[in-house]
């Protein structure tokens, strides 16, 4: 009797039919198969055909009835384990849950029989008590919320322990949150690192402001001799070597707020150039009102008599007897110096007090007042109390100086631009009374582009454009921001009036600041004389000139007989260098002679209504 066998296709090896599968599954995957099902090596070669040429006799039979039956038990002795291991598994868990509810209970029923809290020495039940996580200990919940508070607000958050005999765990913030209040958390944490600090002072510090702790580290000399030797105090004075040391020692700075500090004296900002008590001993002296340096009667004591004395205190410095000429003489109902200009009480424009005191109240009452001590946002190297200061109609306060300075100045480079008109902080327009005859010329020339940007943005037929109907564009229903936007105008060096001078997307806002300005002429005086230097109908104003060598309009006027657009301008020496044969070709439409020679374009007014 022969059992059926094939084939393995992978290993050629004979197997019986009912493992073939399995043996060849491990063939393919690379695995020895030597041990599935194959079927032992016979000496009849001739062989049954269905049993891959090879018979077997009932005793080999036997022996592989013996060998699966084998297999087959182990298999189900092993799933029979698992099952029983699993079934144990689950009854412990079930036992394990039933001893800790028994345990719980016994707790419980301990507490509510026998627990008598060791502060207030009454008998409590389970709702009563608080369970102290880092100990296991039980607490009454009104006791250690009594004794919490009390050591919060001592500043001795370190003594929170467990008072039960022998245990001093402390007692941690899980344990509070349950019956203590948001603030009383927070009073908590700050009073933890409060206390940290304080026992701590040679390591740890606070910041004043942000209250961010800040570790300290051995003293660093991180600057060398030669720099040491230029560093210059509050009181413009070069720095002893004592007070070099107690800067290395005491100076920091927090990283979260950026204040800078003396850690030993907690001053802010650190007042560099002095010890805490010499700095105690400069602040109760005399100081300039205007610098601070020390006053000395004799040697830097600006003269007294006559002046008020809330100007007294002035050294003999040409900035300081500058600034105390135009400060404002007045002493406020606070006590505190006016930090205004001697002009306030002719325009009732007295800014209010910058003292800190006063700030602070201030603040306290909603209203937002600059502090003295703050920087000048103009100048941005002194403080508002260093100098007569005013308030803009926005709000915003400036060193009187500085704001009259920037008017004055003007734009920085060729073409014509209007920021300097604005508040730096809030973009607003400057507006304040004492600064009116300063603006009135700048803001005549503003009116003055404005209408010739607008009346151009007509004429080229630029006043239905899209960004003016778009809701969402910035220009929309603004005709006149929308043609500042796109017009370049320049100051004519002849006749000081604005004239035209290409479109700004040709990127002639992006002209450096370095420029000579006699080569700035309007087309009106470059063409004083010629027949096309005069318009009948609209005079000189609209009048243009070609580029030399391309078809754009022109800006400049160089060498007294050449006129530029703003990219030939850019590259003046070069161009005017070119044969003539190779400028650009014309491109534009409109009559004029070949590239390279000058040409008057005349009134563009007159020229886009013919067109």
Known sequence: MSAPSERCPICSKNVFSNKIDEHVNVCLDGGDATQIGVVPQASNPGGNPGNGGMDIDDADLDAIRRLQYQEDSIAEKRQKEAEENERLFQEWLKQEALEEERRKQAVKEQAETDFVCPKCKEGKNFEQLSFLEACGHFACKPCLKNFALEKIQAVKCSELICWDAGCGRPIGLTDLKPFLSEAEITLFQENSVKEVVSSNPDQFTECPQCKTVIERVAEIKNSSPAQNHNVVGLDGKQVSAEALKHRDQHRLRCRDCQTEFCAACRKEPYHLGFTCDTFNTYERARKCRFCGVQLHSKSNQAPQKGWAPALQDCCTSADCTSRRSIACPRTLACGH???????????????????????????????????????????????????????????????????????????????????????????????????????????????????????????????????????????????????????????????????????????????????????????????????????????????????????????WFCWGNTHFCEDCHKVAAEVARKPVKDLPACKCNVPHPPNGQEYCLGCSVCRFDQD
């Not at 926005?394 to 734009?411: A, P």
């Not at 009346?455 to 037929?461: F, S, Y």
């Not at 004519?492 to 002209?511: L, W």
């Open 337 to 555: 110096f006016c930090g205004g200009c001697n002009f306030d009480d002719k325009y009732n424009c007295h800014p209010p007090c910058m003292h800190e005191d006063c700030v602070a109240k201030a603040a306290k009452e909603g209203k937002q007042v600059e502090a003295g001590s703050e920087y000048c946002a103009i100048c941005y190297c002194e403080g508002l109390e260093q100098a007569p200061c005013v308030v803009l109609e926005c709000g915003h306060t400036y060193h009187f100086e500085c704001v009259k300075k920037k008017i004055d100045s003007k734009w920085s480079g060729a073409m014509i631009t209007f920021g300097f008109l604005d508040c730096p902080l809030c973009k607003a327009a400057i507006n304040h009374a004492s600064l009116r005859d300063a603006l009135r010329p700048h803001l005549a020339l503003l009116a003055d582009v404005k209408d010739k940007a607008a009346k151009r943005l007509k004429t080229i037929n630029l006043d239905e454009v899209k960004e003016l109907k778009d809701k969402t564009s910035p220009y929309f229903n603004n005709q006149e921001k929308y043609a500042m936007a796109r017009f370049c105008y320049y100051p004519c060096f002849k006749c000081s009036k604005p004239y035209f001078g290409g479109m700004r997307e040709c990127n002639a806002e992006q002209r450096a600041a370095e420029f000579n300005p006699s080569e700035l002429v309007c087309g009106s005086c470059a063409s004083a004389g010629s027949e096309k230097g005069n318009c009948a109908k609209h005079g000189s104003d609209y009048i243009e000139y070609k580029c030399k060598f391309c078809c754009n309009t022109a800006a």
